[in-house]
């Protein structure tokens, strides 16, 4: 018979975790086999010891499918990969139509030939988005919090205070397959290949990680003041923020560079990098 092996990583979750988790057991009807992602040393060693009609369930949020597919590259696997959403922001699944603690589904199609971004010289693949400018700074922030306290981390407010008093925006150049976009005063520019990132907002509603062409999205949030910007700022939740055409503007491409006047914090699905002055993104094409 064949057996799910459960991946989960109790240090990136929360007090109700491990009952989240273990309500698998009601979901799945196979043999089932938990392992803590902090135990895989070699990923390449772990694939290999799977039969193949065995399977995966990443089990968690953004954060374990990123580490997943970053420890997996180049890795060449047969087994279905599926995925168990219960993490925080769950925007992969989110992307899908799918609730927190759904059946798992299978996602293996969606984590092979993936986009990839440059950071400091290093490559680093990404399912849903790189977020740059105050996202970043949330991303930094928020993991501040984490370390001080078990308390959920509220985004929502650490942008709002950020955009009223610490956040202070930067000069941006925007370059999409050659060509270049200059800007004065930038919020935010992420990049994505799905609709989703920090918890629910939309930056590029017109993203589409399956489009045909593999064209990857920047929103460029620009030249606004404190007070405008934070008028403007919840309508992402919805993506409507696209209708103010004078601070928003979106731009497609197969690569696209981003880079600041200054150091900024950045987040790839979730995963924080601190003095960063540009980053690169690359389609799998």
Not at 113 to 142: H, M, T, W
């Amino acid at each position: 018979m064949n057996t799910g092996y459960v991946i989960y990583n109790l240090k990136a979750g929360h007090e109700t975790t491990v009952d989240d988790i273990k309500a698998l057991d009601s979901l799945m009807n196979v043999p089932l086999k938990y392992v803590d992602i902090e135990s895989i040393k070699s990923y390449e060693s772990f694939l290999l010891s799977l039969d193949a009609d065995d399977y995966i369930i990443l089990c968690g949020g953004d954060g374990i499918l990123n580490r997943f597919i970053n420890g997996t590259e180049n890795i060449a696997y047969t087994c279905d990969v599926l995925y168990y959403p219960i993490g925080t922001g769950n925007d992969f699944a989110t992307d899908f139509g799918k609730p927190k603690g759904c059946t798992p589904f299978s996602i293996t199609e969606y984590i092979k030939s993936l986009p990839y971004a440059v950071i400091q010289g290093n490559k680093y693949r990404f399912l849903n988005g790189i977020g740059y400018g105050i996202d970043g700074y949330c991303c930094e922030v928020g993991d501040k919090l984490k370390e001080e306290s078990d308390k959920e981390v509220n985004y929502t407010t650490i942008a709002i205070k950020g955009l009223l008093f610490h956040y202070k925006p930067t000069k941006a150049t925007v370059t999409v397959d050659g060509e270049v976009h200059a800007y004065k005063k930038v919020w935010l520019a992420p990049t994505m290949n799905g609709r989703y990132y920090g918890g629910g907002m939309m930056p590029t509603p017109d993203q589409n990680r399956r489009n045909s062409e593999h064209k990857l999205s920047v929103m460029v949030f620009h030249d606004t003041g404190k007070l405008r910007t934070l008028m403007i700022f919840p309508s992402i939740f919805k993506g409507e923020h696209v209708g103010h055409t004078e601070a928003v503007d979106i731009l497609t491409g197969h690569e696209i560079k981003v880079e600041f006047d200054r150091p900024t914090a950045l987040q790839v699905d979730g995963e924080t990098f601190l003095g960063v002055t540009s980053y690169t993104a690359v389609s799998h094409m």
